[in-house]
């Protein structure tokens, strides 16, 4: 994976494992960084020693010492926020193998909260959002183990395995009167960060499922593409970023910086050297200045909500959805002698404007629920028309009506659009209104 390097430090903000910690951003820190010791608290660290020799002498079974270090660092760690942890081995080594984009896994990006396991995002065309799985889903349950008590790592291995191998999820879903057991298979997940289509002539549609290292390259051709169907420049489009649960920071950037000129995309804040930093967009929109709608909901973390945080406070893109995760933070891995290694919260990120996301997430301009659309009932009759009546007057413009336009005979399914998309049914409407009101087709003509 590919990584900004800002004052000695690599800045990402953390890839999607096959079942991954937290959705970023991440800091890498060199092993030279390790800070000065302040005054140690004595009195602390004899508690400490004098609890660990009891534990040694008179617990029920012997400990062993790795063992009763780790699981004191991992309380510690846990004690801080969500997303502070020590990864051993096997973990750390996951993490920096996870980024490039394949690997092992169900496909689904998970934190803790209430002791459980909490759907942050499925991924696109994976085990997890194949079989059901949703964003917000709390995981109780993993086969025949309580996730209760476990630590998230601890959960992260059980669901981790071979591919082909079935593990049974038994998931709370909000709404649902009853735990859902559902059986996911593991596979190799490759993750295709960039989609599109064309959704009627001159609006285009492209998702990015999560933001790897070529993201913004992969846009850049989505869009070339679009053009290319389109047989010229686009009117507007969509950029979908739901459920997206984050990626590498300079791809947030990279993205954010495709459709703004210039100006602030987003700057860290912390304590520590280097934890201070601005990042800046350059001059150039790949839209040449066309509508654009982003959606988002609470599914859309991290880099999700730093692209939607830039576009909104630079009046670039229209937000529409719901409100996003609220992952606000940064962490840095600090690795250790032993080939484990820390992952603490170092600084929070904010949007050009000032705000902090943590915790409160981007609230979208136009607010819109993910709701499903059923067909009311066909009258018996239709409603009569002017054109219905015996002996009407007929238009006297033989021309077609201004405004109207041909689409090559085909006809675009907008019902079927809103019945599997609603919300984007919505953003394809608002996004022909902000053409229309960009670019008036015909002018008002006194008669």
């Given at each position: 994976?590919?990584?900004?390097?800002?004052?000695?430090?690599?800045?990402?903000?953390?890839a999607v494992?096959?079942?991954?910690?937290?959705?970023?951003?991440?800091?890498?820190?060199?092993?030279?960084?390790?800070p000065?010791?302040?005054?140690?608290?004595?009195?602390?660290?004899?508690?400490?020693?004098?609890?660990?020799?009891?534990?040694?002498?008179?617990?029920v079974?012997?400990?062993?010492?790795?063992?009763?270090?780790?699981?004191a660092?991992?309380?510690?760690?846990?004690?801080l926020?969500?997303?502070?942890t020590?990864?051993?081995?096997?973990?750390?080594?996951?993490?920096?193998?996870?980024?490039?984009?394949?690997?092992?896994?169900?496909?689904?990006?998970v934190?803790?909260?209430?002791?459980?396991?909490?759907?942050?995002?499925?991924?696109d065309?994976?085990?997890?959002?194949r079989?059901g799985?949703?964003?917000?889903?709390?995981?109780?349950r993993?086969?025949?183990?309580?996730?209760?008590?476990?630590?998230?790592?601890?959960?992260?291995?059980?669901?981790?395995?071979?591919?082909?191998?079935?593990?049974?999820?038994?998931?709370?879903?909000?709404?649902e009167?009853?735990?859902l057991q559902?059986?996911?298979?593991?596979?190799?997940?490759?993750?295709?960060?960039?989609?599109?289509?064309l959704?009627?002539p001159?609006?285009?549609?492209?998702?990015?499922?999560?933001?790897?290292?070529?993201?913004a390259?992969?846009?850049?051709?989505?869009?070339s593409?679009?053009?290319?169907?389109?047989d010229?420049?686009?009117?507007?489009l969509?950029?979908d970023?739901?459920?997206?649960?984050?990626?590498?920071?300079?791809?947030a950037?990279?993205?954010?910086?495709?459709?703004?000129?210039?100006?602030?995309?987003?700057?860290?804040?912390?304590?520590?050297?280097?934890?201070?930093q601005?990042?800046?967009?350059?001059?150039?929109?790949v839209?040449?200045?066309?509508?654009?709608?982003?959606?988002?909901n609470?599914?859309?973390?991290?880099?999700?909500?730093?692209?939607?945080?830039?576009l909104?406070?630079?009046?670039?893109?229209?937000?529409?959805g719901?409100?996003?995760?609220?992952?606000?933070?940064?962490?840095?891995?600090?690795?250790?002698?032993?080939?484990?290694?820390?992952?603490?919260?170092?600084?929070?990120?904010?949007?050009?404007?000032?705000?902090?996301?943590?915790?409160?997430?981007?609230?979208?301009?136009?607010?819109?629920?993910?709701?499903?659309?059923?067909?009311?009932d066909?009258?018996?009759?239709?409603f009569?028309?002017?054109?219905?009546?015996?002996?009407?007057?007929?238009?006297?413009?033989?021309?077609?009506?201004?405004?109207?336009e041909e689409?090559?005979?085909?006809?675009?399914?907008?019902?079927?659009?809103?019945?599997?998309?609603?919300?984007?049914y919505?953003?394809?409407?608002?996004?022909?209104?902000?053409?229309?009101?960009?670019?008036?087709?015909?002018?008002?003509?006194?008669g």
């Open positions: 994976m590919s990584t900004v390097i800002r004052g000695g430090l690599m800045l990402t903000l953390g494992l096959g079942v991954s910690l937290s959705a970023g951003p991440y800091v890498w820190a060199d092993l030279t960084d390790a000065e010791s302040g005054d140690l608290p004595y009195d602390e660290l004899r508690t400490f020693t004098d609890v660990l020799d009891r534990i040694k002498r008179d617990y079974e012997e400990v062993d010492d790795r063992h009763l270090l780790e699981d660092i991992r309380g510690m760690l846990s004690g926020d969500p997303h502070s020590y990864l051993d081995e096997d973990a750390f080594r996951d993490l920096q193998a996870g980024t490039s984009g394949e690997f092992g896994g169900l496909g689904i990006e934190g803790l909260e209430d002791g459980f396991i909490k759907v942050i995002a499925p991924i065309d994976t085990p997890a959002q079989a799985v949703k964003q917000g889903d709390l995981i109780i993993l086969d025949d183990t309580p996730v209760k008590g476990l630590s998230l790592n601890e959960a992260i291995q059980l669901m981790r395995g071979k591919p082909a191998t079935e593990i049974v999820l038994t998931i709370v879903r909000e709404g009167d009853k735990p559902i059986s996911v298979v593991r596979d190799i997940i490759q993750v295709k960060s960039v989609r599109n289509r959704l009627e001159g609006f285009g549609y492209v998702r990015i499922t999560q933001f790897q290292s070529k993201t390259l992969n846009l850049n051709q989505a869009i593409e679009l053009q290319e169907q389109n010229g420049s686009l009117k507007g969509i950029l970023l739901r459920n997206n649960p984050g990626g590498v920071l300079n791809a950037v990279e993205i954010s910086d495709a459709f703004l000129d210039e100006g602030l995309v987003v700057y860290t804040e912390g304590r520590g050297d280097g934890s201070q601005n990042f800046r967009a350059t001059p150039g929109d839209m040449q200045g066309a509508p654009l709608v982003v959606l988002v609470g599914g859309s973390a991290s880099a999700s909500e730093i692209v939607a945080g830039a909104q406070d630079h009046r670039r893109g229209i937000i529409m719901e409100a996003t995760f609220g992952k606000g933070s940064v962490q840095t891995i600090l690795p250790l002698m032993n080939g484990t290694a820390v992952k603490l919260t170092t600084a929070r990120y904010y949007t050009p404007s000032g705000r902090s996301i943590q915790a409160a997430g981007i609230v979208p301009d136009i607010e819109l629920e993910s709701l499903q659309l059923t067909q009311a066909a009258p018996g009759l239709n009569l028309k002017e054109a219905d009546l015996p002996d009407h007057l007929s238009n006297a413009d033989e021309e077609a009506l201004p405004g109207v689409t090559d005979g085909e006809a675009v399914d907008t019902l079927s659009l809103a019945r599997s998309d609603y919300q984007l919505e953003a394809l409407n608002l996004l022909k209104g902000l053409n229309l009101l960009q670019n008036p087709q015909t002018p008002i003509q006194e």
